[in-house]
């Protein structure tokens, strides 16, 4: 437990090849002091350092802290001072090799000088192709409340859902030739969120200049609607550009899911290779707990707005995967290779993570690749997209109660997590990049540092308003009926809606079961009014082969809205 607290520095992080036997000693004096809850002083490291090749801990101080830490107690202040020889040489030396597992990466590094404000960037809102044509879109960045809409001329359009009249949610209205109408009084705006219409004005009446709906700057690129949440003039630079999705012939399948956990949670998982194996053990063709091994890692850059570098096995001598995160919540692995025949092929995964409140976060999934298996390529996209849906579902758990614990102990992570440098690089590296940015976020939890949301989520107390302004909000407008509550952790609330191909799927699905169910029916009426043997068994074969259809397309209906749920087992 106490070593939780020994993130202190070490040139491992940086290059984990770097890490030897012979720099143990000098880590391990870290870590005692890390016991004590304070930060080593240079002349121990370098005594330490100093120290004999077969003495294992290297002053009688030190290893009386170690003594103190196998007992499960912190020394008091006064032990420094007296004898303690009750440490077994052997104990130390498993406390030492347990420190040399124990990431230990920079602790009390300067912060990086520069200025972050969480408005001047670019967020994740939509896949352009999702986005309804014949209404508007319920979003949100934090906890700013966004309405996104194509106009008359296909132009997106994105204002704050608040109508400036009694603050109804525009997300709520409909499209009316082409301008956003809030159904409260029929008021209509349309461009950059002028008011141009308000049914209740007298014959003459002007509209007020007041009456106008606050824009926000939005941009199409890539297949992926981006915002610009603050006042000042957007910076195209910081506008996102992915360089193998603009590749001829590269192929992407593309997901959205919300998740009910906040958005740093979502993006420490996702930068976590480690868990792979364990987690989603068979849930596709790679994942196999038994490959559940050390990584290595080498971080090769960090800026005010995020880090990079390399990982892979550490068995590997080359460390192929490249991990890019950038500011605020984009987060890319890569990976390159030559083929058979000696071209270059290449492979993304792409993630973007949009925050969308207290607890709550929204992830836009871009699986590509230049080559595709001829599996890939038989099976629809739907399948993909289930099997997406598997992947959160088995991950929810962990992370829904991660989330839970931070929010309760208010703790940055240095006081909770026990970090691995052999797995957890990524997650360091992340957790200090908030201690750097997080001021200039609304809410956040960092290495060393953690800033609380000033005000509590909004709770909504009235089930019949909060189920009716979910159901009008979302793109499949009303789609949410009693079968499919609004819930969070509900795959059809989390993906189904914000799909247009799983819909459809599941439309036809559902109108493919039913023609069936009747067309048995039927058969097996027939069956029984026929007086013919063969008849009668060729009537009753057709029954049961519609009734076998109907079962499977049931099944797919299934295993497109329903969760995953883990069946533990002894292995």
């Given at each position: 437990?106490?070593?939780?607290?020994?993130?202190?520095?070490?040139?491992?992080?940086?290059?984990?090849?770097?890490?030897?036997?012979?720099?143990?000693?000098?880590?391990?004096?870290?870590?005692?002091?890390?016991?004590?809850?304070?930060?080593?002083?240079?002349?121990?490291?370098?005594?330490?350092?100093?120290?004999?090749?077969n003495?294992?801990?290297?002053?009688?101080?030190?290893?009386?802290?170690?003594?103190?830490?196998?007992?499960?107690?912190?020394?008091?202040?006064?032990?420094?001072?007296?004898?303690?020889?009750?440490?077994?040489?052997?104990?130390?030396?498993?406390?030492?090799?347990?420190?040399?597992?124990?990431?230990?990466?920079?602790?009390?590094?300067?912060?990086?000088?520069?200025?972050?404000?969480?408005?001047?960037?670019?967020?994740?809102?939509?896949?352009?192709?999702?986005?309804?044509?014949?209404?508007?879109?319920?979003?949100?960045?934090?906890?700013?409340?966004?309405?996104?809409?194509?106009?008359?001329?296909?132009?997106?359009?994105?204002?704050?859902?608040?109508?400036?009249?009694?603050?109804?949610?525009?997300?709520?209205g409909?499209?009316?030739?082409?301008?956003?109408?809030?159904?409260?009084?029929?008021?209509?705006?349309?461009g950059?969120?002028?008011?141009?219409?308000?049914?209740?004005?007298?014959?003459?009446?002007?509209?007020?200049?007041a009456?106008?709906?606050?824009?926000?700057?939005?941009?199409?690129s890539?297949?992926?609607?981006?915002?610009?949440?603050?006042?000042?003039?957007?910076?195209?630079l910081?506008?996102?550009?992915?360089?193998?999705?603009?590749?001829?012939?590269?192929?992407?399948?593309?997901?959205?899911?919300?998740?009910?956990?906040?958005?740093?949670?979502?993006?420490?998982?996702?930068?976590?290779?480690?868990?792979?194996?364990?987690?989603?053990?068979?849930?596709?063709?790679?994942?196999?707990?038994?490959?559940?091994?050390?990584?290595?890692?080498?971080?090769?850059?960090?800026?005010q707005?995020?880090?990079?570098?390399?990982?892979?096995?550490?068995?590997?001598?080359?460390?192929?995967n490249?991990?890019?995160?950038?500011?605020?919540?984009?987060?890319?692995?890569?990976?390159?290779?030559?083929?058979?025949?000696?071209?270059?092929?290449?492979?993304?995964?792409?993630?973007?993570?949009?925050?969308?409140?207290?607890?709550?976060?929204?992830?836009?999934?871009?699986?590509?690749?230049?080559?595709?298996?001829?599996?890939?390529?038989?099976?629809?996209?739907?399948?993909?997209?289930?099997?997406?849906?598997?992947?959160?579902?088995?991950?929810?758990?962990?992370?829904?109660?991660?989330?839970?614990?931070?929010?309760?102990?208010?703790?940055?992570?240095?006081?909770?997590?026990?970090y691995?440098?052999?797995?957890?690089?990524?997650?360091?590296?992340?957790?200090?990049?908030?201690?750097?940015?997080?001021?200039?976020?609304?809410?956040?939890?960092?290495?060393n540092?953690i800033?609380?949301?000033?005000?509590?989520?909004?709770?909504?107390?009235?089930?019949?308003?909060?189920?009716?302004?979910?159901?009008a909000?979302?793109?499949?407008?009303?789609?949410?009926?009693?079968?499919?509550?609004?819930?969070?952790?509900?795959?059809?609330?989390?993906?189904?809606?914000?799909?247009?191909?799983?819909?459809?799927?599941?439309?036809?699905?559902?109108?493919w079961?039913?023609a069936?169910?009747?067309?048995?029916?039927?058969?097996?009426?027939?069956?029984?009014?026929?007086?013919?043997?063969?008849?009668?068994?060729?009537?009753?074969?057709?029954?049961?082969?519609?009734?076998?259809g109907?079962?499977?397309?049931?099944?797919?209906?299934?295993?497109?809205?329903?969760?995953?749920?883990?069946?533990?087992?002894?292995?």
């Open positions: 437990m106490a070593l939780s607290q020994a993130f202190l520095s070490d040139p491992s992080i940086t290059n984990p090849s770097t890490f030897s036997p012979q720099n143990s000693v000098s880590v391990l004096s870290r870590s005692i002091y890390c016991v004590q809850g304070r930060r080593p002083r240079k002349q121990l490291v370098v005594k330490c350092s100093a120290a004999e090749e003495v294992r801990i290297p002053s009688q101080r030190a290893r009386r802290w170690v003594s103190f830490y196998i007992q499960g107690r912190k020394p008091r202040k006064d032990d420094a001072f007296e004898c303690c020889a009750t440490a077994e040489i052997a104990a130390t030396e498993s406390v030492e090799k347990e420190a040399e597992n124990v990431l230990l990466p920079e602790g009390e590094e300067e912060k990086i000088v520069g200025k972050y404000d969480w408005r001047e960037e670019w967020y994740p809102l939509y896949l352009t192709e999702q986005v309804p044509d014949d209404a508007p879109l319920g979003l949100s960045v934090f906890d700013k409340q966004l309405v996104l809409y194509k106009d008359g001329d296909g132009v997106f359009r994105c204002y704050e859902d608040r109508c400036p009249h009694r603050l109804a949610k525009l997300s709520e409909q499209l009316v030739d082409g301008r956003l109408e809030c159904l409260y009084h029929g008021w209509q705006f349309e950059d969120g002028k008011c141009v219409k308000i049914p209740q004005l007298p014959a003459g009446g002007k509209i007020p200049r009456a106008c709906a606050k824009a926000y700057e939005v941009r199409d890539q297949g992926v609607i981006w915002v610009w949440m603050s006042d000042k003039k957007p910076n195209d910081k506008l996102p550009w992915f360089e193998h999705y603009s590749r001829p012939g590269f192929h992407d399948v593309s997901t959205i899911h919300e998740l009910p956990y906040d958005h740093s949670i979502l993006l420490e998982n996702l930068m976590d290779p480690a868990h792979v194996p364990i987690s989603h053990d068979r849930t596709d063709w790679t994942a196999r707990r038994e490959d559940a091994q050390p990584l290595a890692f080498k971080v090769t850059h960090r800026t707005r995020g880090f990079a570098g390399y990982w892979g096995k550490a068995q590997e001598p080359k460390l192929l490249f991990l890019r995160f950038d500011a605020p919540c984009v987060l890319q692995n890569n990976r390159e290779f030559d083929d058979k025949n000696g071209v270059k092929q290449y492979f993304s995964a792409l993630f973007l993570c949009r925050p969308t409140g207290q607890g709550k976060s929204m992830l836009i999934v871009r699986f590509g690749a230049s080559v595709r298996s001829p599996l890939a390529k038989l099976l629809p996209k739907w399948y993909f997209h289930q099997n997406a849906g598997k992947v959160f579902e088995q991950d929810m758990g962990f992370l829904s109660s991660q989330n839970a614990v931070l929010m309760k102990e208010k703790l940055p992570t240095k006081e909770l997590y026990l691995l440098r052999s797995s957890d690089t990524w997650v360091a590296e992340y957790r200090k990049w908030m201690d750097r940015a997080g001021l200039g976020m609304p809410y956040y939890f960092g290495h540092s800033s609380l949301p000033k005000e509590p989520a909004i709770v909504e107390h009235a089930p019949a308003g909060l189920g009716a302004g979910i159901s909000s979302i793109p499949a407008k009303g789609g949410i009926g009693t079968m499919h509550a609004p819930n969070p952790v509900n795959r059809y609330f989390r993906h189904v809606v914000h799909c247009k191909g799983c819909r459809k799927v599941v439309q036809a699905f559902q109108a079961t039913n069936l169910y009747a067309i048995s029916i039927v058969l097996a009426v027939a069956a029984v009014l026929v007086s013919g043997r063969q008849w009668k068994a060729l009537l009753l074969v057709s029954t049961g082969l519609s009734c076998a109907a079962y499977a397309c049931a099944s797919a209906i299934s295993l497109v809205t329903t969760n995953f749920i883990r069946h533990h087992r002894r292995l």
